[in-house]
Nanobody, 123 residues
């Protein structure tokens, strides 16, 4: 029900936009988050947006570089990533949780997951 896309190879300092299509889920009642998992590391949350889009969350490591947004007309959630660094290299996953008011911060709270898209930041 979630389809993540937009990953690829980018040079340090470059930009990418990831998109999560929330097919079959009404994004207006689901909190949506982006997680990432680097090789040999745990999956961590990098950004989230509340059901109505009024609240956002960013991990300190991506604050001021990443922007999350919801497109209610197209039922997608985008993650604009700027000033990318090699340490941003990871598989990125989008996840959804039925929650009208808050942004869950733990991966175990999310019950719908996309398949992941690989972002590689390298020169």
């Amino acid at each position: 029900q979630l389809q993540a896309s937009g990953g690829g190879l980018v040079q340090p300092g470059g930009s990418l936009t990831l998109s999560c299509a929330t097919q079959g889920l009404s994004s207006s009642i689901y909190a949506i988050a982006w997680f990432r998992q680097a090789p040999g590391k745990e999956r961590v949350m990098v950004s989230g947006i509340s059901a109505r889009g009024g609240q956002t969350y960013y991990a300190d490591s991506v604050k001021d570089r990443f922007t999350i947004s919801k497109n209610f007309a197209e039922n997608t959630v985008d993650l604009q990533m700027n000033s990318l660094k090699p340490e941003d290299t990871a598989v990125y996953y989008c996840a959804a949780r039925l929650n009208l008011f808050t942004i869950p911060l733990m991966s175990r709270e999310y019950d719908h997951w996309g398949q992941g898209t690989l972002v590689t930041v390298s020169s």
